[in-house]
């Protein structure tokens, strides 16, 4: 209530003077002193100043229109909104975008889920995609090998749910290994690395079509740039929205391993925060760019209160005591759904072996 008092004084004083004066910028600075000195998101409802401040004849007839904004602008539901009467509901969108909400998180608590003691074993597939579209014309072997066309794609997802598989997260797979969370009975995991654009039109859709969720690992940094080809905020909010699971994969896809702490800190801790920034949410999940990680890499991702740590090694095993060296199944372009479940047995039965042979680690496809 006394910030709401605050706010009703900054508002009527800036209100007065607007409209004694005629004096516009001294309106706008008395909310904006207002939201210097009060960084909350009670703030973002009085530094709403965009560009409609000018008294307009509607003020005095439209009181009522303080009930009616956003979600964050009731938060504050007091008569002390009245000076804002006038904001077009349009603006208010823009407000949510302002570095005081977006950059200025509160702390999320996520600690690590406290082990029980027991130690499990799962033997869920993570498949690993990368492109879900066709290689484009004279793409080298390294992009053809990465792209998985969607009609590939969705015969994945066919076979796997007329199987009765059920995807799981991420999140499901640690609550079990570290806390006992019972899985389904036949789980799958369904990631993706680097957030390439083809994430959000291709993937997501037929992920939904068949009934799945999908763990996306996404370069914050990229998205920051706007960097053409990959995910956008938007992409991945609204993938998020769509009951997604994002991922980080670090800032700017640096190859972490052999680096300095500050260095790993940066790409690390600055991916979350800005994951967990923007969605609202718990961001409890890396991916290791290039798959290349050391001790301290692992140390830091743990320091900075992630609960997995996801490799390109490959297998289907995974273990309580492994978390932070998750082993997944990569998926090659061209793979039809035999070559898959070829690669998955191929895998089990190579974790089933005691001491596996690398040399005789060869596949098919
Ligand atoms: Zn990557």
Redesign the pocket.
């Known amino acids: 209530m006394r910030l709401g008092r605050a706010l009703l004084w900054g508002g009527a004083i800036g209100l007065l003077l607007a409209l004694t004066c005629g004096c516009q910028r001294q309106f706008v600075f008395s909310f904006t002193w207002l939201a210097t000195q009060t960084p909350t998101t009670t703030v973002t409802c009085t530094a709403t100043p965009s560009s409609t401040h000018t008294p307009t004849p509607t003020r005095t007839t439209t009181p009522t229109r303080t009930a009616t904004p956003t979600a964050s602008i009731t938060q504050t539901p007091t008569p002390t909104m009245s000076p804002t009467a006038t904001r077009s509901p349009t603006a208010s969108p823009t407000v949510t975008r302002t570095p005081t909400v977006t950059l200025t998180p509160t702390p999320t608590p996520n600690p690590f889920p406290t082990p029980d003691g027991m130690q499990r074993e799962a033997w869920v597939p993570i498949l690993m995609y ?1 492109y879900i579209s066709a290689a484009p014309a004279g793409a080298d072997a390294l992009r053809r090998d990465l792209s998985v066309a969607p009609a590939d794609f969705e015969a994945h997802l066919r076979y796997f749910r007329d199987a009765g598989y059920e995807s799981i997260t991420l999140y499901d797979l640690a609550m079990y290994l570290q806390r006992g969370v019972p899985l389904p009975e036949k789980p799958i995991c369904f990631t993706f ?2 957030g390439y654009r083809d994430h959000v039109t291709n993937a997501v859709p037929l992920l939904l079509k068949y009934g799945f969720r999908g763990t996306f ?1 996404v ?1 914050t940094g990229f998205a920051d740039e706007g960097r053409a080809g990959y995910l956008s905020w938007d992409d991945i909010i609204s993938m998020h929205a769509a009951g997604m699971e994002i991922g980080s ?1 670090s800032y700017m ?1 640096a190859d972490l391993a052999g680096q300095t702490a500050e260095h790993i800190v940066w790409q690390v801790l600055g991916a979350k925060e800005a994951l967990e920034a923007r969605l609202g949410a718990i961001a409890p999940l890396f ?1 290791y ?3 290349h990680y050391d001790d301290l890499v692992i140390a830091v991702v743990r320091s900075a209160q992630y609960w997995v740590g996801v490799t390109t090694a490959q297998g289907l095993r995974n273990a309580s005591d492994g978390v932070f060296e998750l082993r997944r199944v990569r998926v090659r372009g061209g793979d039809d759904v035999d070559d898959l479940l070829l690669n998955i047995e191929y895998l089990r039965n190579l974790d089933l072996t005691p001491t596996p042979t690398p040399i005789s680690a060869t596949r098919r496809g």
């Open positions: 990368h690395d680097d690992f370069i994969h896809h991916c760019p290039f798959g």
